[in-house]
């Protein structure tokens, strides 16, 4: 199988309150390319589903979103994202304050090994954000109880956070993204490996963090994506297919590739 | 595209599917050997057909139990999703309406019974036969729309349906009459309106099951949409795959 020929993303790729915007992006690894001339728009307090075959560049993207890519030294992006209209490409734009606005959880749970409290802390110190001890307190406080996990860790605030379990670890690690206030949380694989329980705790979190947030997920689970998302984007081999809602793309998906991944039909 | 999509990774998921499918297909099939047994049994007289009809409704309810649970054991089992989850919830729509469609048929059969101990049981004949004839070829069309996945087909059940509803309008005039003209006749004319009504039923049965095809093929929900936007709809779908 190879690249579609002038392939025009189906559905409803854009938003009228778009809160990040992707125009004709592609990447290249080296000489590979992993992205193909994408455009759509993640609009802002929707969660967003990205979906699709392992390796059609669902992480490459992401990183994108809040330029992790960078890190990759052979890693190469054309094209345009624009975060609240400004592209964050641009070379005026500083990182470190770009990653605390777009957060990142991961597919594995990656507390630093510190205390619980620090682990909430470091970002709002390494921002400036809290003015006094009481203001930091507050805002592990505040992370905590949003992430849901105040009420299990509040009695043991200085003991590891890699003594959690694995669920516990996750929402301590969204616990840590949401500390330093950002716009918006992008998430990979977020519970590939929490149990079920774990897994309904997060997005749980994650339907009450729309509310302040717009969250893009990366997803294997077609159950996960249609529980947590207003929207769903599929991708294949680099190129964005459809992106509609939620509902559509699991009752009648305009693209049949759409169709074929999502009813289990990729050979 | 150099690759397959009609079947699924896991071949068990297939062969469930295929497997509510053609068991929907059986118990149509004797759904509509019981409706042409009923009226061959009211406008043929031959009441031994009446009995057989009564009896083989236990089997086409326990058809429909036994399909709806491997409905519900997909739908657990392998979280059917677009073309799959319309096949599943249309299968499990269209059973209850073949079920339904087999109580009509049985009700038929009880008030042909109940005409032949009377006299005079040739009233409404034509209607009968008219109405019969065409609600059994509604149900065979709309089962065989729902085997080809065939809109057009589908459609025009749902337009049948409308001829089997302007007939039966016009049967109760004439029923209405007999009774008007000879009071002796009313009892007799009351079992035959239980059969028009039955038959008028079966018919709505069979254009429910077209609006599940539609549904199948479409993704389209027009359980409660005139014909003519049907019409209309399916007409733009065509030009848009064209
Ligand atoms: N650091 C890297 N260096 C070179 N190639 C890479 C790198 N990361 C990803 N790729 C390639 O880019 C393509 C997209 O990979 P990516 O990890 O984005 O896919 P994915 O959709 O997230 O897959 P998965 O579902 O397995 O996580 C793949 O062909 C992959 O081999
Ligand atoms: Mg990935």
């Avoid at chain 1, 992106?243 to 009813?263: C, G, K, M, R, W």
Wanted: hydrophobic share 40%.
């Amino acid at each position: 199988m190879s690249i579609i020929e002038n392939h025009t993303t189906n559905g409803q790729a854009f938003s009228e309150a778009p809160k990040l915007q992707a125009r004709n992006v592609d990447v290249f690894y080296g000489d590979k390319q992993a992205i193909y001339d994408v455009s759509f728009d993640i609009g802002a307090n929707e969660v967003i589903a990205l979906i699709g075959p392992s390796g059609c560049g669902k992480s490459t993207f992401l990183r994108c979103l809040n330029r992790m890519n960078d890190t990759i030294d052979i890693c190469r992006i054309e094209g345009d994202i624009l975060l609240d209209e400004e592209n964050i490409y641009d070379p005026k734009v500083d990182v470190v304050p770009l990653r605390a606005r777009v957060g990142m959880v991961f597919q594995k749970p990656n507390p630093f090994p510190k205390s619980i409290y620090d682990n909430i802390a470091y970002g709002p110190r390494i921002h400036g954000l809290a003015q006094s001890r009481v203001e930091l307190d507050e805002i592990v406080e505040r992370s905590l109880q949003r992430a849901g996990l105040w009420n299990e860790v509040k009695d043991r605030l200085h003991s590891p956070g890699t003594g959690l379990s694995g669920g516990q670890q996750q929402r301590l690690c969204i616990a840590r993204t949401i500390a330093v206030d950002p716009e918006v949380i992008l998430m990979d694989e977020p519970c590939s490996a929490l149990d079920p329980i774990a897994t309904a705790k997060i997005e749980e979190l994650i339907d009450e963090l729309r509310e302040n947030y717009t969250i893009a997920i990366v997803t294997h689970s077609m159950q996960q994506a249609a529980r947590v998302s207003q929207r769903t984007a599929y991708f294949h081999m680099g190129q964005l297919i459809e992106v509609n809602p939620t509902d559509q793309v699991f009752t009648t998906p305009e693209h049949s590739l759409t169709e074929a991944y999502i009813t289990g039909r990729f050979g | 595209m150099d690759m397959n999509f009609n079947q699924h990774i896991s071949g068990q998921f297939n062969a469930d599917l295929e497997a509510i499918r053609n068991h929907m297909m059986g118990m149509g099939g004797l759904v509509e050997r019981q409706v042409s047994a009923a009226i061959e049994a009211i406008c043929g007289g031959d009441t031994s057909g009446a009995d057989d009809i009564i009896r083989r409704e236990d089997e086409v309810d326990n058809m429909e139990v036994t399909i709806d649970h491997e409905c519900t054991q997909i739908l657990v089992r392998r979280q059917p999703a677009a073309s799959d989850l319309r096949m599943v919830l249309a299968v499990s729509r269209v059973v209850r309406d073949l079920e339904r469609i087999g109580d009509e048929a049985c009700k038929i059969a009880i008030h042909t019974l109940e005409v032949a101990d009377a006299s005079n049981s040739q009233i409404c004949q034509q209607s009968l036969r008219y109405m019969g004839a065409e609600v059994v070829k509604m149900i065979a069309g709309a089962l065989d729309a729902f085997a080809r996945a065939d809109v057009e087909g589908a459609i025009e059940v749902v337009r049948n349906d409308k001829l089997v509803d302007k007939q039966y309008a016009a049967a109760l005039r004439e029923l209405i009459t007999y009774m008007m003209e000879d009071p002796r006749s009313i009892s007799q004319a009351i079992n035959i309106l239980w059969i028009l009504r039955a038959l008028e039923r079966i018919g709505d049965h069979a254009r429910n099951i077209s609006e599940q095809v539609i549904y199948l093929v479409s993704g389209t929900d027009v359980r409660h949409t005139p014909l003519a936007e049907m019409e209309e709809q399916a007409q733009k779908d065509d030009s848009g795959n064209a």
